[in-house]
């Protein structure tokens, strides 16, 4: 079986998840593909609070095609931060319906959450396309990997594919307001901790380990940044937490999960 790595929670911090592939061998001192047929899924939230968010998905664009002529593959999900911003990129300081009180919009909300305006001008057609493609949640050889560690995903369909596909269509919706309800369903957090629940996503979705980004070892699970080096495993050991917490003085974690 074919060396399987997540990764999850850039935030724009390029240098530190540069360096995170090549401790894990995945790429060499010029930033090129070296893992020959290893698999790499990163799980969301390229974007904002770090200085560099396009850079970051430049590197991944670069490395999908890299891996897969040397037989592996780069792959990545769909966060909440790059709902966000490509609502900010949609519907700018436009009023949100049912959410009027934000000022300055999806935009404003952008800029709270940690957006850079750096990113916002650098988007291209073809960044855009990259991110709409995105799937919001895999299952790759008994791997459930999803952004957050939340049940919301199953308010999307009770399937990986019909999840998939209804996020297509909200990234293809026009009306701000379910752009809203999207963005929330993206953003759920804390759920997981019962092994009951864990299993019941599980049941849904397919495999034996839930993987998943977004609540940082540090501030969401209590860890010191010197404790949050390696994933943390919980719920019965169903669910494994990968998001080091770059931001948050800790480091990005290349995961090996075969």
Known sequence: MRPLFAASDMHGHRAEFRDALRDAGLIDSAGDWSGADARLWVLGDYFDRGPDGIGVVDD?????????????????????????????????????????SQEGGYYGAWRNYGGRERDLRRLTEDHLAWLHALPAIALVDGHLLQ??????????GGSVDAVNKAAAGYLADD????WLTFCGRLSGRGELHSPAVAGGLLAAFGGSLIVHGHSTLIGCFGLTPEQARTPHRYAGGRVLAIDGGVFEGGRILVTRLL
């Open 175 to 178: 009306d701000p307001g379910e």
């Open 147 to 156: 952004h957050c560690d939340s049940t919301r995903y199953l308010e999307l």
């Open 60 to 100: 991944l664009r670069h490395l999908t095609g890299q891996a897969a002529a040397a037989g592996g593959e780069v792959a990545g999900l769909l966060g909440n931060h790059e709902a966000h911003l490509l609502a900010a990129h949609r519907f700018g300081t436009a009023p949100i319906p049912g959410w009027e």
